[in-house]
Structure formats: C-alpha cells, structure tokens
C-alpha cells in the first residue's frame, strides 16, 4: 500500500501537488469542460484545511519542450480561482523560472500557486533541450520543481504512467510523498477490483482494436470469472475461428493471437462470450459519424456477417446472453465500446450494456468503468452517476488493468 495524503504532514508546510489540468479549450482559449479541475477539489480543499502553501503543477496538450502561449494553464488558473472563491498565483512563461521561484518561496500558508505548463521544458518528458532522451536532465528538472516545496502529493491519475520528472522524479527529491485523494480512489477500486474482487468478477471489453488491449485480456484471463468482448475486436476472435465477417474491421495480423487467447480462456475456465448477432451495414461514414441515407442496415441471424457489409453494433440476441452474465456480477471492470456508439443507430449495445451495469451496481456490485470512450458511453446512456467509479485516466486504467507497474504510482513511499 502506498503512503495517502491522510499519512503524511502537511500542516502549514509548502505542498507540491501534481495535478492532471490537461482540459479541453475552444478556439477563445475557454474552458469547455472543467471536471479534471473539479476532480481535484477533495485534496486542494484538504490542504487548504491544514493550512498548507499549495503548488500545483500540471501539463497541457503537447507543446513538445516549446513555449505554446495556446497551451497555457493561465485559463486554468482563472477557473480554478472561481470555482475556490479565492485567487490563484500565476506567473506564466517558465515553471522553473526565478520569478516562478520567487512565487513559490513568497507563497503564504492557505495560498495557491499554479506553475505554467510543465511540458513546455522537454525535461519533463526526458528530454534535453536538444529533444534528445536525456535522464540527467531530467533528474535536474524534477530537482528544481522539488525545490519549490517540501512534500509531494500525487493527484494526477491521468499522467501515472507516465515516467516523467513531476510524475516520477520529483519523488526522490522530497522529503516525504504520497497519493492525493483522487489517485487514492483510483488505486482502491481499480486495485480491489484486480486483487480482490468479489466473485463472479466480469470484464466487458470493446472498443476498435484487439492490439490495443492484448495485455488487458491477457491478464484479466488470470483473474476473471467471465469476459466479454464487443465492439470490433470481436471480429478478430470470430474470423480467427472460421466465421465469416464480410468487411468488419479485422486485425488479420492478430488471428494467431486471438486464438491462443482464446484456448488460454478455455484452460483457465474462462467464460469468454463473444457476440451472437450483429447490426450490420453496408456503408458507414466514419468522417462524419454518420449512416448515408442510401446505406442498407441489418441484424444478423447469427454470427456471420454477409460480404459488403459490416459488424457495428452486437444484436438483440447478443445483449440478451450478455445480460446474463452482467445480472449475476458482484465485479464489472468495462473499457471499450461494443460497437460504433458515437452513431446513434449503432449505440443501442453499449447502452443497453450500460444500463444493465448500472442496474447491477443498484444490486450491490462493484463497478469501474475506464477509457474515454467507456465514460463518454455511460454518460450517452444516462447512467453515470450509478456506476461505482469511473476511471480519470484512459492510458493509465488500461496500464493497470494489463497488470503493469504505474512510475507515477511505482516512485511513491509505502505506507509504513
Ligand atoms: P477504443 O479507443 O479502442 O476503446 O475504441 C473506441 C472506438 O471503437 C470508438 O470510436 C468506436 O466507434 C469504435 N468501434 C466500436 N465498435 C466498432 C465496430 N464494430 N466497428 C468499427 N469501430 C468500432
């Protein structure tokens, strides 16, 4: 177990808090979706409790080690003032600067800094100035950003894992660390669900490509009583076994794969469900998320899928047997939709799975959702606020669900 926020002192000290602030600004430089700022209000509001200095630290977009005056978290530091109801420092230019420094060394117990975007120095990502892999200068960057304060607090799930100097580096550099309150969530039920999670453990999983989740299956298989595969993966484990899947979208490099994940499930006693029925179409337009009026759309009888057409959504009779197994859950992990959700024509599977997760949960299980698509999905369906937790980092909650090493996690002390 990893040290928390409740384990550490922070009274009236100087608290460096890497935060995820990467939000979405329109073409004005508005914010148009504040919940990563929101998200981070519990451990913010905690430290001000305590009387701390508070330093936050973050990144936004990509500017790849250039200053990107578009990618300032200028605007971020206006909201996040608002949302408090007290300023928010900021200096902008350079987060290591001497004016940022003077910022930082003239903050008082319950004031908040927040430092410019931390990727506007590629030693942040590793990199020297030059854009070569750079660990010593790295190390150098996570050493000036820990001169700022004296503890740290990991609060950015987002970025976990990620090997970067203010998600890894700066850990060594200070006296003493820990997870904020949002990672701390994050960890106990992603955590829980993997290590101990109340059976029948199900794991729904969906989206474009098998490649993409390889690892998960592969270690979900070790844990679970049951999977389900939906979205255009499934085609890969259907054409592997000799079915036809007319111009679905197939990974014809991963058949082999598909298959041996496939017996692997059959040793470990896996129930691996793949659908039985498809919505099929003629033609899509993926550009404009949109069915042409001419297209031609269908539902299978089984699971062939006819030439010129192609598998975007699972079947009436897919959601039925599917259904089965989400009612009779006490651990539902889902990332990835199972079909084309994003078109309202093609979204009915991943909504009805949707709410049959949420019905579950109102019954007593556990569910985590993850992946930006997944929480797009059960906010489509209306469900969100019924589902147990829903993971903050895409990248980071797939990493943890194939059983990786998060650095970000990894670099923090162990609780004593
Ligand atoms: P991922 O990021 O791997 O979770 O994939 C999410 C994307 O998979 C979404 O944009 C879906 O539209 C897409 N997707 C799901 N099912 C299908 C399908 N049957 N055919 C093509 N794309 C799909």
């Not at 949002?182 to 290590?195: D, N, R, T």
């Not at 929480?375 to 489509?380: F, G, I, N, R, Y």
Request: hydrophobic letters at 45%; proline letters at 3%; one cysteine or more.
């Amino acid at each position: 177990m990893k040290k928390t926020l409740a384990d550490i002192d922070v009274k009236g000290k100087k608290v460096l808090v890497r935060v995820d602030y990467n939000v979405p600004l329109d073409a004005n430089l508005k914010i148009t979706n504040d919940k990563r700022i929101m998200a981070t209000l519990p451990t913010i509001e905690y430290l001000l409790k305590k009387n701390a200095a508070i330093i936050l630290m973050s990144h936004l977009g990509r500017p790849k080690g250039k200053v990107v005056p578009e990618m300032s978290l200028k605007p971020v530091a206006v909201r996040l003032g608002e949302v408090l109801g007290k300023p928010v420092k900021f200096v902008g230019g350079d987060c290591i600067s001497a004016e940022s420094k003077k910022a930082a060394k003239d903050l008082k117990p319950g004031q908040i800094l927040l430092l410019e975007n931390l990727r506007f120095h590629s030693e942040e990502e590793g990199k020297n100035a030059a854009g070569e892999k750079d660990k010593s200068s790295m190390d150098a960057f996570a050493k000036d950003l820990a001169s700022m304060g004296e503890v740290f607090v990991q609060d950015a799930f987002g970025t976990v894992h990620r090997s970067h100097a203010s998600t890894a580096g700066i850990v060594k550099y200070t006296k003493d660390a820990a997870a904020g309150f949002l990672v701390e969530k994050e960890l106990k039920f992603l955590g829980e669900a993997l290590e101990k999670p109340v059976r029948p453990f199900l794991a729904i999983l969906g989206g474009a490509k098998v490649s993409d989740k390889i690892n998960v299956i592969e270690n979900l298989l070790g844990k679970v009583d049951s999977i389900i595969i939906g979205g255009a993966m499934a085609y890969t484990f259907l054409k592997a076994q000799g079915v036809s899947t007319g111009t679905s979208l197939v990974e014809d490099d991963k058949l082999d794969l598909a298959l041996d994940l496939l017996k692997k499930a059959k040793e470990r006693k896996v129930n691996f469900l793949l659908p039985v029925d498809h919505v099929i179409t003629n033609k899509v337009d993926f550009a404009s998320k949109s069915v042409p009026s001419d297209a031609v759309v269908e539902t299978t009888i089984d699971e062939a899928i006819r030439d010129g057409f192609m598998g975007v959504d699972i079947g009436i009779k897919s959601i039925e047997k599917f259904a089965e197994v989400v009612k009779s859950a006490k651990t539902i992990v889902w990332n990835g939709p199972l079909g084309i959700f994003e078109i309202d024509e093609f979204s009915k599977g991943t909504v009805e799975i949707a709410k049959m997760v949420a019905d579950a949960t109102d019954e007593g299980a556990i569910s985590v959702v993850g992946g930006g698509d997944s929480v797009s999905a059960v906010k489509k369906a209306g469900v969100d606020k019924r589902i147990s937790h829903i993971s903050t980092g895409g990248g980071a909650s797939l990493e943890f669900l194939e059983g990786k090493d998060l650095p970000g996690i990894a670099a923090l002390p162990d609780k004593k």
